[in-house]
């Protein structure tokens, strides 16, 4: 006899979803197990800045999808899209006129990009962009940064070796040592550390493919590129005759239009997106200059393929979601939800007596406040730095914040992704919940 399935709480669901799927997720941190959580919340819906769960809790969410919805959940322009799309078939392996609309867009906001190639996930993009630098260069090693985040694949899953060592050993099980030691990992708003890897690798035989870099880096908590950081990749790059890899996956099309590229002023030779570009549903895109995009097959032999790429829903979204961007002067907007998220939580932090051991970094719609353990009131620039924080602190917080109502990143090294629709009200419900949660002194287990 079967038992009749159990959809109503989060608790059950996980139990079935342990059963049937790794760890219950389908992507680990949303298990939530870093902040001490028995099972995660299971969304049922969501609409504007408001999700909620199978228990009927609703919450206010800072999360956004990781960042791919800065117009909120739901949006009327990109529901109708979608269904539009949706009714005219979902899939046909063949070109469709939506896609060559979205590559005509980001051909046009993205400096670097005169080709586009869609994929269906960032890290689809991450490691085709990695494949033509690795194909125009001759070249099979790059240089990426410690606590930066490019997807999950074999190339990108290294971490730095010991001391003076320049090749990179696997961060998972099932990454040959072979793959990663091609990956050198340099410190993130270091540029001689860039210089001294490069170096040491081409003394031993092995010249540089490809600087790989997030703008701004969002995956150890949002890090600043320091005054002339992106602008020295560039140099360093020119120099050692190596490609300059923009990863925009979560930085494209929500720091400005047309990504960290626009903002900063520093173009690269290749560029990567994902989240934003797809309104929601799953997207990657690969984009850069002629030359070097002119080597994908069918155009050139570089092998790169995908039965759903360019998926016409997908594409019907993304154009939706990037038009309205546009149309309704999201950017302003978004860079004012920023600072007061900002505003928010440096001023409840103060007001909780944690104003010297916390800091709050944020670039645009991007913000991240950082448990520091220590009084110092300087956000990490590195990841050295942030490997410092106090994440007994943060688990805390976070499980003090999801009880009332806030929905945030479940870990340290995530942003927060401030979007259109938070409104004034979520911002004070936030600042009292974090008032309260960071006045408790933390239970040392
Ligand atoms: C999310 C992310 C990726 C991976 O994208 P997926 O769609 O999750 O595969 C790559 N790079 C950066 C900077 C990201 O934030």
Same mark, same amino acid.
């Given at each position: 006899?079967?038992?009749?399935?159990?959809?109503?709480?989060?608790?059950?669901?996980?139990?079935?979803?342990?059963?049937?799927?790794?760890?219950?997720?389908?992507?680990?941190?949303?298990?939530?197990?870093?902040?001490?959580?028995?099972?995660?919340?299971?969304?049922?819906?969501? +609409?504007?800045?408001?999700?909620?769960?199978?228990?009927?809790?609703?919450?206010?969410?800072?999360?956004?999808?990781?960042?791919?919805?800065?117009?909120?959940?739901?949006?009327?322009?990109?529901?109708?899209?979608?269904?539009?799309?949706?009714?005219?078939?979902?899939?046909?392996?063949?070109?469709?006129?939506?896609?060559?609309?979205?590559?005509? !867009?980001?051909?046009?906001?993205?400096?670097?990009?005169?080709?586009?190639? $869609?994929?269906?996930?960032?890290? &689809?993009?991450?490691?085709?962009?990695?494949?033509?630098?690795?194909?125009?260069?001759?070249? @099979?090693?790059?240089?990426?940064?410690?606590?930066?985040?490019?997807?999950?694949?074999?190339?990108?899953?290294?971490?730095?070796?010991?001391?003076?060592?320049?090749?990179?050993?696997?961060?998972?099980?099932?990454?040959?040592?072979?793959?990663?030691?091609?990956?050198?990992?340099?410190?993130?708003?270091?540029?001689?550390? %860039?210089?001294?890897?490069? &170096?040491?690798?081409?003394?031993?035989?092995?010249?540089?493919?490809?600087?790989? %870099? +997030?703008?701004?880096?969002?995956?150890?908590?949002?890090? &600043?590129?320091?005054?002339?950081?992106? +602008?020295?990749?560039?140099?360093?790059?020119?120099?050692?005759?190596?490609?300059? %890899?923009?990863?925009?996956?979560?930085?494209?099309?929500?720091?400005?239009?047309?990504?960290?590229?626009?903002?900063?002023? %520093?173009?690269? @030779?290749?560029?990567? $997106?994902?989240?934003?570009?797809?309104?929601?549903?799953?997207?990657?895109?690969?984009?850069?200059?002629?030359?070097?995009?002119?080597?994908?097959?069918?155009?050139?032999?570089?092998?790169?393929?995908?039965? !759903?790429?360019?998926?016409?829903?997908?594409?019907?979204?993304?154009?939706?979601?990037?038009?309205?961007?546009?149309?309704?002067?999201?950017?302003?907007?978004?860079?004012?939800?920023?600072?007061?998220?900002?505003? =928010?939580?440096?001023?409840?932090?103060?007001?909780?007596?944690?104003?010297?051991?916390?800091?709050?970094?944020?670039?645009?719609?991007?913000? =991240?406040?950082?448990?520091?353990?220590?009084?110092?009131?300087?956000?990490?620039?590195?990841?050295? +730095?942030?490997?410092?924080?106090? =994440?007994?602190? $943060?688990?805390?917080?976070?499980?003090?914040?999801?009880?009332?109502?806030?929905?945030?990143?479940?870990?340290?090294?995530?942003?927060?992704?401030?979007?259109?629709?938070?409104?004034?009200?979520?911002?004070?419900?936030?600042?009292?919940?974090?008032?309260?949660?960071?006045?408790?002194?933390?239970?040392?287990?």
């Amino acid at each position: 006899m079967t038992t009749s399935p159990d959809l109503t709480t989060s608790a059950a669901l996980f139990a079935r979803a342990t059963r049937v799927t790794p760890g219950g997720v389908n992507s680990p941190v949303r298990a939530m197990g870093s902040v001490g959580r028995t099972h995660p919340p299971f969304i049922v819906s969501g +609409e504007g800045s408001r999700i909620v769960d199978a228990d009927g809790n609703s919450y206010v969410d800072w999360v956004q999808s990781w960042g791919a919805l800065p117009l909120g959940h739901a949006d009327a322009d990109v529901v109708a899209a979608i269904t539009r799309a949706a009714g005219l078939g979902s899939s046909f392996g063949a070109p469709t006129p939506a896609e060559v609309e979205l590559a005509e !867009l980001i051909v046009d906001a993205v400096p670097c990009a005169e080709l586009a190639r $869609f994929t269906s996930s960032g890290t &689809e993009a991450t490691m085709s962009a990695l494949r033509v630098a690795r194909a125009a260069t001759g070249r @099979d090693a790059f240089i990426t940064f410690d606590g930066t985040y490019h997807g999950h694949a074999d190339p990108f899953l290294a971490a730095g070796g010991s001391g003076l060592a320049t090749l990179g050993i696997p961060s998972s099980p099932g990454v040959p040592a072979a793959t990663a030691e091609l990956t050198l990992l340099a410190t993130y708003n270091d540029l001689q550390s %860039v210089r001294d890897l490069a &170096e040491a690798s081409a003394a031993g035989g092995r010249e540089i493919a490809a600087i790989f %870099v +997030e703008p701004v880096a969002a995956n150890m908590g949002v890090v &600043e590129p320091a005054p002339g950081f992106l +602008e020295g990749l560039r140099a360093i790059a020119d120099e050692i005759g190596a490609l300059l %890899v923009f990863d925009e996956v979560i930085t494209g099309f929500r720091l400005g239009w047309g990504g960290a590229q626009v903002r900063y002023g %520093v173009t690269p @030779d290749l560029a990567t $997106f994902g989240k934003i570009i797809g309104g929601g549903l799953p997207v990657g895109a690969f984009v850069g200059r002629r030359d070097l995009m002119s080597l994908v097959a069918p155009s050139g032999s570089v092998y790169q393929a995908g039965t !759903l790429s360019g998926n016409p829903l997908a594409m019907a979204a993304g154009l939706a979601q990037l038009n309205a961007l546009r149309e309704r002067d999201a950017y302003t907007v978004l860079e004012e939800q920023g600072a007061r998220l900002e505003a =928010t939580i440096a001023r409840a932090a103060d007001d909780a007596g944690a104003g010297s051991t916390t800091a709050v970094s944020r670039v645009g719609s991007l913000v =991240t406040l950082f448990h520091l353990g220590v009084e110092q009131h300087l956000a990490p620039q590195n990841f050295t +730095e942030a490997k410092q924080l106090d =994440t007994a602190r $943060f688990a805390a917080t976070h499980a003090d914040l999801l009880s009332a109502g806030q929905y945030l990143p479940a870990s340290q090294f995530e942003a927060l992704f401030a979007s259109t629709t938070h409104d004034a009200q979520m911002l004070e419900q936030l600042g009292d919940a974090l008032r309260v949660a960071l006045a408790q002194p933390v239970e040392v287990a």
